[in-house]
């Protein structure tokens, strides 16, 4: 078998060959379409050529596909039993030498997309289902909460300064007549009569960087996620206020759920995009006692209300008052039980998509299409001050004085002296995606389901027999209480990444085929569907269920 073939990815479509008449056999499957692989180097040429020579690419292909095309995955070896909870009986067993290369491999289950394509695949997805089952029900979560008010909202950062940046329909960046450009105390003209498209370098610089407030822009960041807790707290506070209760009761009558995702724009700060549910006190799906509309004005009474203090970074700098900035985008998505649907631009699974897509994206991203030198000034900015707070922190310890800046109480160090660790960030320090308690089902919850959908396949084809999928959901996401089986095992850490040269490359392309496998997929579905909707005057009048959708 050809190591370079579909074995070891899921095979998928060539991007742009779908059409009205779609193939029912993926043409990038078979020995004919190899993977797409980049120029590779020596080294790893002859990794790759030494997998052939000694006999072992079926072997790797196997591996790889074990490992779900995982770019550094984790090399154990060792052994496990599966064991009856009840009778202690043997069930199973397990040992690496039986492994195709001799070693289990555990994906390293990286959520960014440049460092592990195929493991953010399944971070993205688990996402999708998480965010999705909050909206439109499943997972545990009952079909009902499609009722419950539901909001869109997008909350920003404030400007620190002008920065170059696209318009809608291509229009000019910053247009001016000559008699109303703004000249800046540097002489920079604040104008720019360029149009910029997404891929400019320019897009998201400052018109002027002496102007831009570096030190700020970095210190915002660093306390968004501190910005967001405090949020949280003044939606429910306000919520509670509208329906004429104490904060402390607030979950007698109605219970405030979320489900958000950080998105870097091109300037480097952070959006936060945000589902905002509101459920009765039983729980998702219940009655709320409020509908869309009024719960979007208390979001938005209390989004323009919060505020966050910062102390200075620096002995030159100055303390802060951190809020939004002035563009909140609050959507209704779902009004209540009685106009389920408010907005005709979202759905559940477009929302879901959505977060979900930028859930496995962050700051290198932006840097990953064209070099932007305003996010390379603002990482070294980042650097500078959290140095700066290292200072400080040796010099109170040295000298036993009082702190020259405010302490995280946490750690009893200078608030910043970590900000260097997350330059590469940008200075944003939170989780790119975050959930309330009882939005819906966990991401831990499903990564188990998938273990268990595993083991009752393994355990099904030992024994000679089709799977039981009765209740196969419910089973899957069962609480551990109710698991019937334990695993005992004895591993050892044998390494991280594949043994040999040009391996991690083969992964990456795998992962790319698989990709293109699943698209592929999706738009043969999509075009099944149409045909089985479609009558034969329909399609004489229309071409293809692309179009069918425009029109």
């Known amino acids: 078998m050809n190591l370079l073939d579909s074995h070891s990815g899921a095979p998928t479509p060539t991007p742009g060959k779908a059409s009205a008449t779609a193939p029912e056999s993926f043409p990038g499957f078979g020995e004919g379409a190899p993977l797409d692989l980049p120029s590779l180097t ?39 039993l599966t064991l009856d909870r009840t009778t202690g009986e043997v069930i199973s067993s397990y040992s690496s030498a039986t492994a195709p ?22 971070y993205a997805r688990d996402t999708f289902e998480l965010i ?54 540097h002489g920079v003209r604040l104008a ?39 949020t949280t707290i003044a939606i429910r506070r306000r919520l509670a206020h509208a329906l004429g209760l104490a904060p402390s009761r607030l979950r007698d009558v109605a219970s405030l759920q979320f489900a958000k995702v950080a998105e870097y724009q091109a300037r480097g700060a952070v959006h936060f995009r945000a589902l905002i549910r509101l459920d009765g006190p039983d ?57 389920l649907r408010t907005s005709d631009e979202l759905s559940a699974g477009q929302v879901a998509g959505y977060l979900a897509k930028y859930a496995t994206k962050d700051a290198t991203d932006l840097r990953t299409h064209a070099p932007r030198p305003h996010l390379a000034r603002l990482a070294e900015h980042a650097r500078h001050l959290g140095m700066l707070a290292h200072v400080r ?59 268990r959908f595993q083991r009752l396949t393994a355990q099904a084809q030992r024994e000679g027999r089709p799977l039981d999928t009765r209740d196969l959901e419910a089973r899957l996401l069962a609480d551990d209480d109710n698991e019937t089986t334990l695993v005992i095992g004895s591993w050892t850490y044998a390494g991280t990444g594949w043994p040999r040269p040009g391996e991690a490359t083969l992964a990456t392309a795998a992962a790319a085929r698989a990709r293109e496998y699943d698209q592929w997929r999706a738009e043969h579905r999509r075009h099944h569907d149409w045909r089985s909707t479609t009558t034969p005057s329909d399609e004489r009048n229309c071409h293809g269920p692309a179009a069918c959708t425009a029109a």
């Open 42 to 80: 020596p080294a790893a040429t002859a990794g790759i050529l030494s997998r052939l020579i000694d006999g072992t690419s079926d072997a790797f292909a196997d591996a790889l596909a074990s490992a779900g095309n995982c770019t550094s995955p984790i090399r154990l070896t060792g052994h496990s």
């Open 101 to 122: 290369l001799g070693e289990v491999l555990i994906p390293c289950g990286n959520r960014r997309a440049h460092i592990c394509p195929a493991c953010s695949r399944v």
């Open 132 to 185: 999705r089952a909050g909206v439109a029900g499943g997972k545990t979560i009952p079909a009902t909460v499609a009722g419950s008010p539901l909001l869109f909202v997008t909350f920003t950062a404030p400007s620190f300064g002008y920065v170059h940046g696209t318009r809608p329909g291509g229009g000019k960046c910053r247009p001016r007549s000559s008699d109303r450009v703004q000249i800046c105390p």
């Open 192 to 230: 720019c009569n360029v149009a910029h498209d997404e891929e400019d370098p320019r897009v998201g610089s400052p018109l002027c960087s002496d102007c831009y407030d570096w030190t700020t822009a970095v210190v915002w960041q660093w306390h968004a996620p501190e910005l967001w807790r405090r």
């Open 283 to 339: 729980g998702p799906g219940s009655r709320a006692p409020l509908d869309g509309e009024h719960l979007a004005q208390v979001v938005r009474d209390a989004a323009a209300s919060v505020t966050c203090p910062a102390p200075p970074a620096a002995t030159w700098d100055v303390p802060r008052t951190l809020a939004w900035g002035r563009q909140l985008d609050v959507r209704t998505v779902t009004n209540g039980p009685s106009h």
């Open 393 to 451: 922190d040796a010099r109170r310890h040295l000298r036993k004085t009082p702190p020259a800046g405010a302490l995280d109480p946490k750690t009893n160090r200078d608030t910043y002296a970590l900000l260097g660790k997350w330059a590469h960030m940008l200075g944003f320090r939170g989780h790119f995606a975050t959930k309330s308690r009882h939005y819906s089902v966990t991401l831990g919850r499903l990564r188990r389901a998938r273990q």
